[in-house]
Every structure is written in C-alpha cells, then in structure tokens.
C-alpha cells in the first residue's frame, strides 16, 4: 500500500473534522429554524381561531354570520395557504375561504367553554402527501345557535421553504469543506516547511562532514527537540568516527614498528654472509617481532568482537580466590624472574565467563609484574560489597602520575611510550579488561601513589 505523506493525511484529518463540525452545527441551526417556523403558523392558526370564536359570540345568529361572512375571511387573508370554513350543526357550510382547496375535516372538535391551546392543533395530509395543520372549534353566537369554524394551513410553502434552506446549507457546507481543505493542505505543508529543510540538511551529511549540524531556525519548539536529539546523535557518531580513525592509525603505526625491524634486521643480515649462529640469532629476534605482530592482531579482533552487540558471555559461578590462585600459579615463572612476590587475600564467587575474567586479570597482573621493583609484593584481593564483587590487582612501584589515569584504558595508549615499545608491549591490555569488565555490566576504576601502591579495581555488579 503506498505510504500517504504527513501533508495527506493532515489535510484529510482536517477537512473530516470540519465537515463533521459543519454538518452537525448546519443540522442543528435547521432544525431550530424549521421549529421556529411551525411554532410561529401554529401560533397563527392557534390565535385565527380565538379570533374567530370571539367574533362568532358577538353575533346574534346564524344570519348575523352569513352577513359578516367577509369580517371573519379578514382574519385568514393575505396567505393563500390558509384556509377557514365556518359549518352549522345541520352540516351547512356557511363561511368558506379556501384558495388552495385544503381537505378539511372537523376532527377533534374543541367545545366552547375549553381554552384553544397549540397542543389541540392536528395533522392530516393533502394531495402529494403535503402537510396540513389545523384546528376545529365550536363557536356559540347570542341565540345559543352553534357553528364549527376550521382553520388550517397548508405547509406545503413551508416544505418548499425547508428544502431551499437545505440546499443552501449543503452548497454552502461543500463551498466550507473544500475551502477547509484548501486551507489545511497550505497550513499543513506551511508546517511542515522546516521538517523538509532538515531533512533536506540531513541528506547532505556524510562520513566526510560529520561536524555539520542541523538547525531548526524559528521553527516550532517541537522540532527544536528533534533537531537537539538529532545533532547530539551526530556528536555521538563524530565521536564514534574519530575513535574509529584513531583505532586504524594507532594500529597502522603499531605494526609499522615491528615490520619495520623486521625488514631491517634481514637487510643488515643480507649485506654478507653470517654465520649460523648470527642467523639463529636473527630467526629468534623475527619470530619474536612476529609475535609482537599476532598479539596485536588477535588483541584487535578480541576488542572487534567484544563491541560486537552481540558477544555471548559464557557465564558460570565462579570461586574468585581460586581462579586468582590459578592465574597466580600461571604467571608463577614471571614473577620468580622478576623476584616478585603474588599474595592472595579475600574470598567472593561471581558470576562471569571464566576465559574473559582470567584474562581481564591476567593482563592487570602482567603489567602489576612489569611495573613491581624486585623483593615487592602483588596483591591480589577479592571481595563484596552489597552492590558488587570487587577484584583488586595492587603492587607496588613508581606509580602513574594523575593525568594519565583517565587515558590508561584508551586503545594503544601508552605512559611511556619510549620504555614500553618493547616488543612486550601493545597498550591494548587495559582496553581489553575494560571491554570484557564492561561486557560482564561492571566496570574498572584505578588509583596511584605516586611511589606507592598502584590499584586496578574490577566492579563485578551483583544481580
Ligand atoms: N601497574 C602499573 N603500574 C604502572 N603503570 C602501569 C601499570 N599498569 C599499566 N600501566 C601503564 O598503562 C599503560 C597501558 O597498559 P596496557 O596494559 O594497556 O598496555 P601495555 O601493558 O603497554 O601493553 P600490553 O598489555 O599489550 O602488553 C602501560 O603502558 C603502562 O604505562
Ligand atoms: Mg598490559
């Protein structure tokens, strides 16, 4: 099904709402006006015949009526749909006025002495169905004689009238509608002016002119909103694209290095003939240079993968002092060539995926093994707090001075860049434990002396 724009369905929103609003409004003014229009001639025909009856009571008899004939036909003339008869008891008719020839009939007839009221009018209809509304009343004269006098009206003018009136409305009513149409549609697209031009803005945004921002000039406050929400998502995504350009320049860097020496040292080598001792020496330094090199791949595809949104954790319970046990035991032959002692204190169980959290651990306690003077002591300590296990790795030594702190977990960033080029070094360890602290919901936090204890705290949430 085609998609109908904002403007579309605005307009049409619009034009039904104001037909709805025309229609009952039209609806209820006709019918107040036909009502007008019936009370007003029943009021006529009601006072005609009070008129007549008074009339008829100061004649002295059925002569005296035949004479006046003419004053009782005043009170019904000038309207051609009105009608009088004035009948004796007998059946006689004695006074007939009656231009459009009304059938009239002498149905509920209302004695003398009773008061004539609108209730007591009746409806019959003529030829073509028309209405007719009248009334029949005795009427007394001096000699006690009775005569009927009928008085009705013709609404067949009054039909007419209506149905002119109706026709009117409805004209009118369409003339109002397409004129409401009209007028939202230019209302509508008016509006939506400032929309189309931020979307017009948007669509020129790229990779390459991230900085632009949307502006949403003196349009609405509402699009005010959109146009903040918009622009912060594009500080977000500049964001995002400067890591990311950062990312493959540190790592272009990062194995220009190693390439580099490798390239060189075969070259020297080249120049002449060595002996196999030298070229063993050579072989151990290139496979040492090819490690540096797959260590910095697989650390970049583990990060790859960890900001996957999809990363399964391989979650189990784990006993945190015996996985530290572990992983103290693994760096056992380290620590003896360092001449660095690891302690173990505390207890705790944690839920976690137990590869990711020995390694997140294994790399804070290599750079804790880097970083510790001789005949000093790493501790690892395990404990929990009512909202998280915490896992600390401190040692020992010359400590990170403050401003490198809150830098330390950025991709390839090193403290000293110099000391730490060594092929042992990438700068990817502390991404990675705050990539896999982060994937498990907790975080990482790091604190120095200068000269003191340097600690790494990994936050463990506890659900
Ligand atoms: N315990 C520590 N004491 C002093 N400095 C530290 C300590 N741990 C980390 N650092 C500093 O933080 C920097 C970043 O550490 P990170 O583990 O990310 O990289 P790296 O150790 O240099 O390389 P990799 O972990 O890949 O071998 C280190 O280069 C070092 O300067
Ligand atoms: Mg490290």
Redesign the pocket.
């Known amino acids: 099904m085609r998609r109908l724009s904002l403007a579309t369905r605005l307009t049409v929103t619009f034009t039904v709402i104001t037909a709805a609003c025309f229609i009952l409004v039209g609806w209820l003014l006709y019918r107040a006006a036909e009502q007008r229009i019936l009370e007003q001639d029943e009021t006529n025909i009601v006072l005609s015949a009070r008129h007549l009856r008074r009339l008829v009571a100061e004649l002295d008899s059925m002569e005296d009526l035949k004479t006046h004939q003419d004053r009782m036909v005043v009170s019904v003339l000038g309207d051609d749909n009105n009608a009088l008869r004035m009948v004796d008891d007998a059946g006689h008719v004695i006074v007939d006025h009656n231009p459009t020839n009304l059938p009239l009939a002498p149905q509920g007839v209302v004695p003398t002495g009773q008061r004539i009221v609108a209730s007591m009018l009746n409806t019959w209809h003529g030829d073509h169905d028309l209405p007719i509304r009248g009334v029949a009343v005795v009427g007394q004269m001096r000699d006690g004689a009775h005569v009927t006098i009928m008085v009705a009206r013709s609404f067949a003018d009054r039909a007419v009238l209506l149905r002119r009136y109706r026709r009117d409305m409805a004209l009118r009513l369409l003339a109002g509608m397409i004129a409401a149409m009209v007028l939202s549609y230019l209302l509508v697209r008016r509006a939506l002016r400032p929309l189309r031009s931020m979307a017009a803005d948007a669509a020129t945004i790229h990779a390459q002119n991230l900085h632009t921002r949307l502006s949403a000039g003196n349009a609405p406050t509402e699009l005010h909103a959109l146009a903040h929400a918009l622009n912060e998502m594009l500080d977000r995504l500049e964001g995002g694209f400067a890591r990311v350009w950062q990312f493959t320049v540190d790592l272009a860097h990062d194995l220009r290095t190693p390439v580099g020496n490798l390239r060189g040292t075969n070259e020297v080598a080249l120049t002449r003939l060595r002996t196999s001792a030298e070229y063993q020496a050579l072989l151990g330094s290139n496979i040492e240079e090819c490690d540096r090199v797959s260590?910095t791949i697989e650390?970049v595809l583990f990060l790859a993968r960890a900001d996957n949104p999809q990363f399964a954790l391989q979650r189990s319970t784990l006993d945190v002092r015996e996985e530290l046990q572990r992983i103290a035991d693994y760096f056992e032959g380290i620590a003896l060539d360092a001449r660095v002692g690891i302690e173990i204190q505390g207890s705790a169980t944690i839920s976690a995926d137990r590869e990711l959290f020995r390694r997140a651990v294994g790399?804070l306690l290599?750079?804790?093994l880097?970083?510790t003077p001789p005949e000093q002591i790493i501790i690892l300590l395990a404990s929990r707090t009512d909202e998280a296990v915490t896992v600390a790795v401190e040692?020992p030594?010359?400590?990170?001075s403050a401003e490198h702190l809150d830098k330390?977990f950025d991709r390839f960033?090193?403290?000293?860049r110099s000391r730490?080029d060594s092929a042992?070094?990438?700068?990817?360890?502390?991404?990675i434990v705050k990539s896999i602290i982060e994937l498990h919901g907790g975080r990482v936090t790091v604190d120095?002396q200068p000269q003191g204890i340097?600690r790494?705290v990994l936050w463990f949430p506890v659900h």
């Not at 042992?424 to 991404?431: F, H, K, M, R, Y």
């Open positions: 260590r650390s790399n290599s750079n804790a880097r970083y040692n030594g010359a400590g990170i330390l960033y090193r403290v000293d730490s042992n070094s990438t700068g990817l360890g502390l991404s120095s340097t790494f």
